[in-house]
Nanobody, 122 residues
């Protein structure tokens, strides 16, 4: 069974930075696409960023230029570097693993972490 363990969330002031980590076990990490989604209270879960097994990346328009997704296959870990944080970035952030870029982007299949809270104060 795939297990995804997230860390790095917390409280930060607007304009600050956080780095989220997601460590995967129980699968062949390098053959899967990985992504980050977020969900704010009362809102739908949305895709934040995705990285394919080949290393290609894509981002939601709302975070483009501020967030960077990366993966370290030797450590079975995916990261989300978040810079220039805004209060509207406040949400629970979830790590997701699936077979393809498309499945991660859709967010309806694959495996999920427990989520980590990110709170950005004004």
């Amino acid at each position: 069974q795939v297990q995804l363990v997230e860390s790095g969330g917390g409280l930060v002031q607007a304009g600050g930075s956080l780095r989220l980590s997601c460590a995967a076990s129980g699968s062949t990490f390098s053959s899967n696409a990985m992504g980050w989604h977020r969900q704010a209270p009362g809102k739908q879960r949305e895709l934040v960023a995705v990285v394919s097994s080949g290393g290609s990346t894509n981002y939601a328009d709302s975070v483009k230029g501020r967030f960077t997704i990366s993966r370290d296959n030797a450590k079975n870990t995916v990261y989300l570097q978040m810079n220039s944080l805004k209060p509207e970035d406040t949400a629970v952030y979830y790590c997701n693993q699936a077979r393809s870029w498309l499945l991660v982007a859709r967010g309806t299949s694959g495996y999920w972490g427990q989520g980590t809270q990110v709170t950005v104060s004004s």
